[in-house]
Nanobody
Framework: QVQLVESGGGLVQAGGSLRLSCAAS????????FGWYRQVPGKQRDLVAT???????NYVDSVKGRFTISRDGAKNTVYLQMNNLQPDDTAVYYC?????????????WGQGTQVTVSS
């Protein structure tokens, strides 16, 4: 059974940094896309960044130049390095993975990790 386990959230002051990790299991799980989404109470879950199996990255405009998504293939772990954090970045961050099999897409989500940025 596929599992995505996030870690690394916490409380940080504005201008600070955090690195989120998402460990995927089993080791044979190789998604086409890894991504990070975030959600604040009462709002929809929004895309933050994606990383394809071909190493193509995509970021929402509000985090470009501050956040970096990367992957350690040996550990089957994806990271989100977040620098110069701002109060508007406060949210629950979710790891996401997408696979395809016989023409169908399958989505997987982690449990979420809270990021709180104080001003």
């Amino acid at each position: 059974q596929v599992q995505l386990v996030e870690s690394g959230g916490g409380l940080v002051q504005a201008g600070g940094s955090l690195r989120l990790s998402c460990a995927a299991s089993p080791s044979t799980f190789r998604p086409n896309v890894f991504g990070w989404y975030r959600q604040v109470p009462g709002k929809q879950r929004d895309l933050v960044a994606t990383l394809s199996s071909g190493s193509t990255t995509n970021y929402v405009d509000s985090v470009k130049g501050r956040f970096t998504i990367s992957r350690d293939g040996a550990k089957n772990t994806v990271y989100l390095q977040m620098n110069n954090l701002q109060p508007d970045d406060t949210a629950v961050y979710y790891c996401y993975a997408e696979t395809t099999y016989i023409g169908r897409y399958y989505d997987y989500w982690g449990q979420g990790t809270q990021v709180t940025v104080s001003s």
